[in-house]
Structure formats: structure tokens, C-alpha cells
């Protein structure tokens, strides 16, 4: 099932995807699509909705896509996971993950502008495959119990500011946290739609130029893996959402670092998961 919000910025309503392409609106099921519903069983009673056919339909003409998630507790994010990102950027593959945490308030939609922070000279794109968790996870026993608590996929757009990133702190968080850094969706495809997170191809462009094109196969560790791994750090929420990292062609490892401009604009996809389209302008 393909979970979406679509309305304006803190308007947006629930709806349904389904497979002929006809957005349902699924207000009666739940407010919206966040960590209280997908912990109280919404995606069931959602299904459940659709397969009864009580769901009004919605007219897609004008509505904006927002995120698929309200407003995620915590983003956490996994940099270096693809070898060849790792060989490009001249970094050591790690031998555990590299973790860091992104502001939630960088979530936007899909086809949201994405705003160039002021002073910016390296601002990057990366495409990512997104983890949404569905149930309280702590201390998962290894990557079986890990899928239990996978509530759907998404793309995820990790924007970055390289200076910011790795010239101004030891620490990441202020390149990935600037202000519409991370568009999200169009929808939360469950885990049963997906399938195995780790057989999904990744697409990215800039201006028309192809840039990005991997494979969630050749992910360092894995996605189960991941969600185990950092169960045993933190407690993972519904709602929360994780960015697995990028594959190779981002700009800081491009000859020439042609490093995103105001006017550019930027489309990424995963197969079966959904495109995003932005443009970006000067904050």
C-alpha cells in the first residue's frame, strides 16, 4: 500500500495511493499519518478501509504532495554505506556505521523548492532509500526482529552543504540541517509492497545530466542491520525515520564539484518507491 499527505504546508490530509493510480482520502481512518498511527495499527485499518471500499476519492488536479510522514520524532542518518560513495570521497570504508542526526524540520514534500542556506558555496545532492519505523524498537536480538518494526520505505532527498559539513565543525549536523534539506516521499510504501529493501535501484539528476544511478545491494550494511544496529543506541519511535545513505556521483566527488546553484533543479527516484522533482532557490 502507498501511504500519502497531500495539501497545503500544515494542512495536509491522508490519503491512499492505489494500484490503478486513484488517491482515496483516508480522514476517516486516522487525522494523519504519523507515529501514533502507524503504532495503533493504521496501516491494517487503512487496508482494511480501502478493501471495503469506504473511502471517498480524492481529485488529484492542484493538490500539493506533502511529506508522507508528519513531522518525524528524530531523522538518523547513515553516511558512507556505499562503497563506491566512500572510495569517491577518498574516505576508509568503516568498519560500523557512521551515524549522525538530521533537524526533522528539514522534512518538506517531494516537489517542495529546497531553499540554498545564505553564504552556501557547496550545497550537494544525495538520493537516499528511507527506513520508517512502525513499532518501538529497543534492543532488537539481530536483523529478523529488525523487520518487524519496518513500517514502509520512502525516497529521501539528504541534501547537504559540504563547508558547512566538513569544514566548519568535527561533527556533521550543521551541513544536513539547513532549512528544507530533507524532501521526503511522494509515498510511504509498506514493507510488504517494497519488497527486499536491498534489490532497489537509485536514480538521480541534475538539470537533465544523470549523476546518481546505484543499487541498494551494494549498501555496506544493510538495512535490517542498520535498524538492529541502532536499537541498541537509541530507542527507535514510530515515525522515525532513517536515511541508509548515498551511492557514488554527488557532487563533492565530481571533477569540478559542480556544486548546486540557485535555479537548478534535481529529480531522484527509486524504483517502485516514487520520483521527487525540486528546484532550488537562494534562502
Request: charged share 20%; glycine share 12%; net charge negative.
Amino acid at each position: 500500500m502507498k501511504l500519502l499527505r497531500v495539501g497545503a504546508p500544515g494542512q495536509e490530509r491522508p490519503a491512499v495511493r492505489t494500484d490503478d493510480g486513484r488517491l482515496l482520502d483516508l480522514s476517516s481512518v486516522t487525522p494523519d499519518i504519523d507515529g501514533a498511527f502507524l503504532a495503533s495499527g493504521g496501516v491494517d485499518r487503512a487496508r482494511a478501509a480501502v478493501t471495503a471500499g469506504e473511502l471517498p476519492g480524492l481529485d488529484p488536479a492542484g493538490l500539493r504532495v506533502g511529506a508522507p510522514v508528519a513531522r518525524p520524532g528524530k531523522i538518523v542518518c547513515v553516511g558512507l554505506n556505499y562503497r563506491d560513495h566512500a572510495a569517491e570521497t577518498g574516505a576508509a570504508i568503516p568498519p560500523r556505521p557512521v551515524v549522525f542526526m538530521k533537524d526533522p524540520g528539514t522534512v518538506v514534500g517531494p516537489y517542495d523548492e529546497v531553499l540554498i542556506p545564505r553564504g552556501s558555496v557547496k550545497t550537494d545532492w544525495e538520493v537516499e532509500l528511507a527506513v520508517v519505523i512502525g513499532r518501538r524498537a529497543r534492543y532488537l536480538d539481530g536483523p529478523r526482529a529488525a523487520r518487524t518494526v519496518i513500517a514502509g520505505y520512502a525516497v529521501s532527498h539528504d541534501v547537504s552543504e559540504r563547508e558547512f559539513q566538513l569544514e566548519y565543525s568535527s561533527q556533521w549536523d550543521l551541513g544536513k540541517s539547513c532549512e528544507t534539506f530533507n524532501p521526503l516521499g511522494p509515498w510511504l510504501v509498506t514493507a510488504d509492497e517494497a519488497g527486499d529493501p536491498q534489490n532497489l535501484a537509485l536514480h538521480l539528476s541534475v538539470n537533465g545530466v544523470k549523476r546518481q544511478q546505484g543499487h541498494t545491494g551494494d549498501m555496506i550494511f544493510a538495512v535490517d542491520h542498520l535498524v538492529s544496529y541502532l536499537s541498541q543506541y537509541m530507542v527507535l519511535e514510530p515515525g522515525d525515520v532513517i536515511n541508509t545513505g548515498t551511492p557514488a556521483g554527488v557532487a563533492l566527488g565530481l571533477p569540478g564539484t559542480p556544486f548546486l546553484r540557485p535555479g537548478d533543479t534535481v529529480e531522484l527516484a527509486i524504483d517502485g518507491l516514487g520520483s521527487q522533482r525540486q528546484t532550488f532557490a537562494q534562502a
